[in-house]
Each structure stands twice: as C-alpha cells, then as structure tokens.
C-alpha cells in the first residue's frame, strides 16, 4: 500500500544517519513544557541506534529567520531527549560546517546527537542547494520522520532526500498510513466533520472535502457563515457575512458531487461569551438579535451522532462549538466520545487533526480511543486540502 521506503528497507548499520524530527515542543524559559513530540520520535531513533546507525538528528526550532538566536537554541531539548531515551544525546552547536562534522565525526554506532536549529541559516527555508549540500555531507541516509514539517520544501524535509537514500521514519509512516485510511482510500461512508471559528481559513479544506466525502458536518463558528448565507439570521454570532457567497458555491459543489451537508438545526446561546452565562437552547431560526450562537444544540447533535453511526469513517478537524468555555463544550464532548466509543467497537475509523481538536478530544478524555490523532498543524490541514506535500512527495520519488 505504502509508496514510499520505510525503515523495514533501509541498511543503516554503521551508517551516519540524519533523521529529520519534530521538536518544535512547547517550552518557558529554556524549560520544555510539554513531551508529546519528544515522545512520537524516540521510537525512530532507538530502532536506528538499535540496528547500529549514528543517529543525527534535525529539527527547527520557532522562527529565527535565518539567524542564530540563542532564545531558540535547540540545546534544553538534548537534554530532556537523553533522559527520555535513557542514553546520553550529544549536542551540537551548528547543524553544519566544522562544529557538526567534527561531532558527527566522533560517532559510534549507536549514539544519538542533536545538531542546532536548521533554521539558524538561511538556507534551510529557502531550500539553498549550498545549504543542502551541507548537511548532507553529514550523512549516508536520510530518514525523514516529521510529517508535521512535511508540507514545507525545505533544505532538511525536501532537499536533503533528493541528495541521499531516504526512507520515512517510524512515526512519519503510522501518519501516511492513518491519512491513507481517513482519506487516501477509505471505507465508505466517510463523514467528515469540519468545525472552529472561520470559514475564511479552511475554504480549500471544504472544498475537496466535498469532493470526497459521503457527508459533511460543518459546526463551529463556520457554521453560522453557511446558515446566514442561506437566509437565517444568526444575530450576533460569529459570522462571515462576506463569504456568504463562498459558502453558498460550496453547498453547489455538494449538491453537485451528492456530498451531504449537515449544518446546525438547533443551537445554544447566550448574550456573553464567558464561563457560567446564561444559556439557552433555540431553533436556528429563532436567534435573537442581541444574542450569538456559541454551541450546536441537542437535535444537531442526534444527527451528528446518526452519521457516525452510519458511518465506516470519520475525518475530523475543528471543534463544534466553543468549547473551551461549558457549557458551549457539550456538542463537541458528546461527538468525541460518541466516534471514540465507535471506534473501540472497531465499527469506524477515525482520523482527527489540528491544535484546537486534539485539545478538544484530550478534553473528552478520548484522544487514545481514536484510530489516529494527529498533532501536525498545518500539514495535517494541507492533507485535508487534499494538497500534494513536498517532504512526503520527495520520499516516493
Ligand atoms: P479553529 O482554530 O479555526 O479550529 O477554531 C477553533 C476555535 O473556534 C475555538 O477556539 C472555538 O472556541 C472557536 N469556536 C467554535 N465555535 C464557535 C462559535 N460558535 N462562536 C465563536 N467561536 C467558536
């Protein structure tokens, strides 16, 4: 199924292996606040160093714009990483020229070293050949295993696996695999459920959604745009009224392709968006001029509910509501726990994606009940667009 070369191919035993990772982790001053990515890589990089390879890995870290930055060092991350990996990582403090290749140089096979942020030169996001040839001086094979770095052609996700023997990593696989089975060919029917705050930032996503979806769900804020653009008055709320025309030709696509759109029919309210306001639930006809709509009421989500139950696949990106705040919570939790509890009675696969849905379902206390949850942002977002990505189309050349 896979098109792209995996670890199962790749000869790395005593090889200099440069494995590109992502450790753009959250941190405070130098402190890193969250493990979740430093996790999903060790997998990865212990089967390398378990075959024998020098691993060398590759990561950016924040937006230093070509130059270094001391605030964006990469070094508290080798640290955390050691002890994670239960083995020294060492560190080096450019990611080319002397300081790398002298490190690099020194390798046993086996060992485990972080070079600096790649974005410290210019080259990296301009995907410079000079660059580029650089860092793959340092290596014998490239294994790319961040995937949330993948919708970017840069010097160390794109321009590096055309330079050397490249496979995907670990974790850069189970993604594709996911995705293929959300997206790629899925068992039918696919509903996808499509949420958050503006349509204006996910036009492309309904766009092929559309096109590939049996049904789709649009919740959040997004869906006030769609219902005023079909004539209801949504007071207050949320709402691109400029975009009532984008909305209306993407309900004609549907129409068009037979994908069934399913929009709020009822909807909670209230006059103030914080927690603890008074709340009401109303027909989506029936929105007072002086209130805004906040969450999907409980006849949406009965029907939200019946396509999950209809459906062998669910694709999901963006929350129902405002759900940080309860009670606008509620048709989020209840969907995420309704496609979890599916899912464990291996009746649907479900792929979920993107900040705000990851905290939702982590929210729920489902995001392990789910087929995949990605962590990827925007390259997540970009394979919902249905767009082609540099770093994963490079891997299948
Ligand atoms: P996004 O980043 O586009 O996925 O949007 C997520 C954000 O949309 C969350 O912070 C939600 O609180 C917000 N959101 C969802 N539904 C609504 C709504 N009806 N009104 C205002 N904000 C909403």
Redesign the pocket.
């Known amino acids: 199924m896979t098109e792209f070369k995996t670890l199962d191919d790749a000869d790395v035993t005593g090889k200099r292996v440069l494995v590109r990772v992502d450790l753009n982790v959250p941190m405070r001053d130098g402190v890193v606040t969250d493990r979740t990515r430093i996790e999903r890589i060790l997998p990865t990089i212990r089967e390398i160093a378990e075959k024998g390879g020098r691993v060398i890995l590759l990561a950016h870290f924040g937006r230093p714009k070509g130059k270094p930055n001391p605030e964006m060092s990469l070094e508290p991350v080798a640290g955390v990483l050691s002890e994670m990996l239960g083995q020294p990582v060492g560190f080096a403090d450019d990611c080319v020229g002397p300081v790398a290749a002298g490190i690099v140089e020194g390798l046993k096979d086996g060992n485990v070293v972080l070079l600096e942020n790649t974005r410290f030169h210019a080259g990296e996001e301009k995907n410079e050949e000079d660059f580029v040839t650089a860092l793959a001086s340092l290596g014998d094979v490239f294994v790319n295993d961040a995937f949330s770095a993948a919708h970017r052609a840069h010097a160390s996700t794109e321009g590096l696996a055309r330079h050397l023997p490249s496979y995907a990593g670990r974790t850069m696989q189970a993604e594709l695999e996911a995705l293929e089975k959300g997206l790629g060919a899925p068992k039918r029917p696919v509903v996808a459920i499509v949420?958050?705050?503006?349509v204006s930032?996910?036009i492309d996503l309904l766009q092929n959604l559309v096109s590939r979806v049996d049904a789709l769900v649009i919740?959040?804020?997004?869906?006030?745009t769609f219902l005023a653009a079909q004539g209801v008055a949504v007071g207050k709320?949320?709402c691109e009224h400029d975009l009532a025309e984008t909305a209306r030709s993407i309900l004609k696509a549907a129409g068009k392709t037979g994908c069934e759109i399913v929009l709020p029919t009822d909807a909670v309210i209230a006059r103030e968006?914080k927690a603890g306001a008074a709340s009401e639930t109303v027909d989506v006809n029936s929105v007072p001029e002086d209130a805004?709509?906040?969450?999907a009421g409980p006849k949406s989500v009965e029907t939200v509910i019946a396509w999950l139950d209809k459906a062998e696949t669910l694709v999901w990106?963006?929350?129902?509501?405002?759900?940080?705040?309860e009670p606008?919570d509620a048709a989020t939790m209840a969907a995420a726990r309704h496609a979890a509890m599916r899912t464990k009675a291996g009746k649907l696969i479900s792929v979920a994606g993107?900040?705000?849905?990851v905290a939702a379902l982590n929210q729920a206390g489902v995001a392990g009940d789910f087929t995949y949850v990605s962590t990827a942002g925007g390259a997540f977002l970009e394979w919902m667009e249905g767009k082609a990505l540099p770093g994963v189309e490079v891997l299948k050349a």
């Open positions: 949420g958050g705050a503006k930032t996910k919740g959040g804020g997004m869906a006030n709320s949320l968006f805004m709509i906040l969450d990106n963006g929350p129902l509501g405002a759900f940080e705040i606008f993107g900040g705000d849905t």
